[in-house]
């Protein structure tokens, strides 16, 4: 009886190891996309002469820092939602 609830335990790890890499993934995807429409829409700005163009200077590159940082410190933020050990 304990081998199998050892097996299930390990399934279960698995799995949500499996499901927080997916989400990991896809956040840094969605950080990708937002961070090229930032470039592009900063970039047609300084083109255009825009007086908003620092501002939105500005904004890019807060967004690849909190990118950056998110990827610094991803293996820590899995860790707030729990280790598996078994």
């Given at each position: 009886m ?14 949500l ?70």
């Amino acid at each position: 009886m304990k081998i199998h609830t050892l097996l299930l335990q390990t399934g279960t790890t698995v799995a949500l190891e499996d499901f927080s890499a997916f989400v990991i993934s896809a956040v840094n995807i969605i950080f990708i996309i937002i961070l090229a429409l930032g470039l592009i829409n900063t970039v047609r700005k300084f083109v255009m002469s825009d007086p908003g163009a620092m501002n939105s200077l500005g904004q890019l590159i807060v967004g690849v820092i909190v990118f950056f940082v998110f990827n610094v410190f991803k293996d820590d933020l899995s860790g707030i939602f729990g280790v598996f050990q078994y």
